[in-house]
């Protein structure tokens, strides 16, 4: 009896049609076995073919196999290499092994010259290349040896720097600021590795305090003023630099209130900046600023003073500020309030004028009470070397006895009772000291002080109550410059040449002796100027030596750089004189004349005391000799 050969399944049929080594076997066959047939045999090698035909299967598997395991150590051997590598193993470059030191002072004065000393350590076991050093100031760096020029970059290609390197580098600038300002100092290093373009840098940052501003400002100014009255502060600035520092400004922010004048010198713009140019080391600029506060009694006022060099896109602003400074000033307002005027100056604490000079002193007067004043009294005390005590006229009562002006009731009827809000002005006259009377008694700085006090009572509600107030001015004396010039041909530290009387075309030496005096202040930056003809020439020589004297050849200029000059020289003490050769050609057109020979001789000055320029002058010098004391009257007139 057959049945049915069971159907395979469709795992069976894949595996048979891999491995059956026949070429069709897509066909299906269904057969039904005889149970009685022989069992056929379920191992195809059994039929004698050759073993290695049925083995594809598992060759295959194995080859994958292998290849996978091999991968993975690859992989692994790979990533260990990369640690390797990446943790300083190979010859890479590091910026931890690339040290950058910077030496330097730890404080320094602003507008000194800053020293720094950077060094940079290649500590990798391979080279740096392509390395450049950046260094970047701080905001108001300007170049050392020529502050005029901005330094806030530097860079300097230094190329390779081999490993276990070190390169070392002298910087220097100047600095600006304000004073204990923290300023700081960027040092970066770029750098390449080799055959690579990435850009690798590494930095460090210098930290160094300004322990001074460049420049120092002073103020002059009352610590207390009158509510609506005029008054006068006085702002100095000096140098603290080494340096010349370049366009200078000064700005002022005043208190709400404020009502500005004038000033000097005159201000840029509304009042409130100033151009104080370039400022030389030891040198100072000063503004006088006027005007007057309104507001309530007691209330304090204050003004900011800054001082910097100007923006480079607005002149009118400050770049850089190197100083800051406040004044406080407290308003008062008492009963009836006095002030001092000198000769219309509403303003000013202190005036200058001349020796000899007149002056007018007009006194105001101004009830700022809202009840009437009483027995209203002023004293006028007249004082200083300079005042003239027998010069004296008013409309007061002048006590020579302790030179006091006395202005009361009796003297004018106004001041019987001031109403609220009333105003009224007293005056007197004085003469300065004339300056032979000063040099006479060996006066120096002279001053004239004039010091005014108001009082009296006011009166409300049947109730009396005291008040007082005080103004004071100076006027301050200016000095004079006296300069003398002669020319000499026997006279003189020189031993001159030439024909006496001077002929055409021939040359004569002469000896040129200047000499200045000064008065009763002491002054400084004085030189003297004059200016020689085309047919006289400067020898050269100069006696003494130590003077310094020079001779621009452009415009024919001598000019002699006297400096200081004390105060009386040439009258209680020595006067500076210089001596120095000329020689003059005159032509046939100065026959019968006495030609020129140095004109437009002056001398030029500062009063240390007063602030005031001085100048002196004096006439030009001809050939002629009168000044010498062995020449004859016709010696300087010209001869064929």
């Known amino acids: 009896m057959f049945r049915p050969k069971e159907e395979k399944s469709g795992l069976e049929k894949l595996q048979e049609k891999i491995y059956s080594n026949q070429g069709d076997v897509d066909k299906e066959r269904r057969e039904f076995q005889d149970d009685n047939a022989p069992a056929v045999k379920g191992d195809w090698n059994d039929g004698g073919l050759p073993k290695y035909l049925f083995m594809g299967a598992p060759i295959r598997g194995s080859l994958v196999k292998y290849f996978f395991i091999a991968a993975a150590v690859f992989f692994l051997v790979s990533a260990g290499f990369a640690g390797y590598m990446f943790l300083g193993g190979g010859q890479t470059i590091s910026g931890n092994n690339v040290n950058i030191s910077v030496a330097g002072p730890v404080s320094i004065g602003g507008g000194e010259e800053l020293p720094l000393t950077i060094i940079i350590d290649n500590q990798n076991p391979a080279a740096m ?95 207390e003023i009158s509510a609506g009255l005029p008054f006068e502060l006085v702002v100095s600035i000096a140098s603290n630099s080494e340096n010349v520092i370049e366009n200078l400004l000064l700005k002022v922010e005043y208190g709400f209130g404020f009502i500005f004048s004038d000033s000097e010198p005159k201000s840029l713009s509304g009042g409130n900046t100033w151009r104080l140019g370039d400022l030389k080391p030891g040198s100072k600029r000063t503004i006088k600023i006027r005007g007057r506060f309104e507001g309530q009694n007691e209330e304090e006022k204050v003004f900011r003073f ?218 400084s930056n004085v030189s003297v100027t004059g200016r020689l003809p085309l047919y006289a020439r400067f020898l050269g020589v100069v006696s003494p030596q130590t003077e310094n004297l020079v001779f621009n050849q452009l415009g024919g200029m001598i000019i002699w750089n006297v400096g200081k000059v004390s105060a009386l020289a040439g009258f209680t003490g020595s006067a500076r004189e210089v001596s120095f050769q000329i020689a003059v050609l005159p032509s046939i057109t100065h026959i019968g004349s006495s030609p020129l020979v140095m004109t437009n001789i002056e001398a030029l000055g500062d009063d240390d005391f007063t602030g005031e320029k001085l100048n002196g002058g004096v006439n030009d010098l001809t050939t002629d000799l009168r000044a010498d004391s062995r020449a004859k009257s016709l010696d300087g007139v010209v001869v064929r």
């Open 129 to 223: 290349g392509a390395v450049d050093l950046v260094i970047e100031f701080p905001a108001g760096t300007r170049q050392a040896g020529d502050v005029g020029k901005e330094f806030l970059r530097q860079r300097e290609t230094i190329g390779t720097i081999a490993s276990g390197e070190s390169v070392r580098r002298e910087i220097r600038a100047v600095l600006f600021g304000q004073e204990k300002e923290t300023k700081e100092i960027v040092v970066s290093v770029e750098y390449r590795v080799p055959g690579s373009s990435a850009l690798l840098f590494k930095e460090k940052k210098f930290e160094i305090v300004l322990s001074s501003a460049p420049v120092a400002v002073a103020v002059n100014a009352p610590t």
């Open 306 to 523: 800054t001082v910097g060099t100007a923006d480079k896109q607005d002149e009118k602003l400050i770049g850089t500020a190197f100083l800051t400074a406040n004044q406080a000033i407290i308003l008062k307002k008492p009963a009836v309030g006095v002030s001092i005027v000198l000769n219309g100056d509403t303003v000013s604490k202190e005036i200058v004028t001349a020796a000899g000079s007149q002056i007018r002193a007009d006194l105001l007067l101004n009830n700022n009470s809202a009840t009437p004043a009483e027995s209203v009294e002023i004293l006028a005390a007249l004082a200083g070397s300079a005042f003239n005590r027998f010069a004296v006229t008013t409309d007061g009562y002048y006590r020579s006895t302790d030179n006091l002006v006395v202005w009361n009731k009796n003297t004018t009827a106004a001041l019987t009772q001031l109403d609220p809000g009333a105003k009224t002005s007293l005056s007197l006259g004085l003469i300065v000291l004339d300056m032979a009377s000063l040099i006479s008694a060996g006066i120096t700085n002279p001053t004239m002080i004039v010091d005014a006090t108001v009082k009296g009572q006011t009166v409300a509600g049947g109730k009396k109550s005291d008040f007082s107030a005080k103004d004071s001015k100076t006027i301050k004396i200016s000095s004079e410059l006296s300069l003398d010039a002669k020319l000499t041909y026997y006279d003189g530290p020189f031993q001159n040449k030439g024909p006496i009387p001077p002929k055409t075309d021939t040359e004569t030496f002469y000896t040129v002796t200047l000499k200045i005096a000064n008065a009763v202040n002491n002054a």
